[in-house]
């Protein structure tokens, strides 16, 4: 078992473009949650999606938006990205019948130039 | 929404002496309380939790205590070691655990 894989490892955009980043559950996993985590800070919840929908979402405008797929996988969308977009971004998936495990991925560094 | 504090944010010890990172948080509502391993360059990891209606946990070397009254909580690590240098995140959450708020992190530095 992989466990949660995410790619891009690493992305450099200019500002104003838009990035796509994905996220493929660990085997067994239907929930995947997506977080932001700037330089020296904790995570910050961005969204949750489980069969397909958006289920909760944290603080973070329209411009950040996401997809699942019915293989469990995610994408996590940024349009018209700003320089404080620059984050590692985190993917974590659960089974939806115990949300407390949460397994993370090893995330996908953005850099917003 | 949640708001959680962690104190402090770096943290020096010496192998063999104890560590301690204490959390507070804002929503009295929040009744699961995670603790994340991340070292660096990887991802955070779940090292021990606790849930609202316990006061204490215990894992080997690892504690956490939980005052909800005070809405604190606390990890504690005993006999340090090298490889227990990292970062720490405290984190909470609520209801079905759709949603977790983090805390802002512990560099922990053991000496050797």
């Known amino acids: 078992d992989a466990g949660v894989t995410q790619s891009p490892t690493h992305l450099i955009k200019t500002r104003g473009q838009q990035v796509t980043l994905r996220c493929s559950p660990k085997s067994g996993h239907d929930t995947v949650s997506w977080y932001q985590q700037a330089l020296g800070q904790g995570p910050q919840f961005i969204f949750q999606y489980y069969e397909e929908e958006e289920r909760q979402r944290g603080n973070f405008p329209d411009r950040f938006s996401g997809h699942q797929f019915p293989n469990y996988s995610s994408e996590l969308n940024v349009n018209a990205l700003w320089l404080g977009d620059s984050a590692l971004y985190l993917c974590a998936s659960s089974p939806r019948r115990n949300l407390r495990e949460q397994y993370f991925g090893p995330g996908t560094r953005l850099t917003v130039t | 929404g949640e708001n959680v504090e962690q104190h402090p944010s770096t943290l020096s010890v010496q192998e063999g002496d104890s560590a301690v990172i204490k959390c507070t948080y804002s929503?009295?509502?929040?009744?699961?309380f995670p603790w994340y391993k991340q070292e660096l360059g990887k991802r955070p990891q779940l090292i021990i939790d606790i849930r609202s209606n316990v006061g204490e946990k215990k894992d080997q070397r690892i504690a956490v205590t939980l005052n909800k009254t005070a809405k604190h909580f606390s990890l504690h690590i005993t006999e340090t070691q090298p490889e227990d240098s990292a970062v720490y995140f405290c984190a909470a959450s609520m209801g079905n655990f759709n949603k977790f708020y983090f805390g802002s992190g512990t560099k922990l530095n053991v000496k050797p």
């Open positions: 929503d009295s509502a929040s009744n699961y």
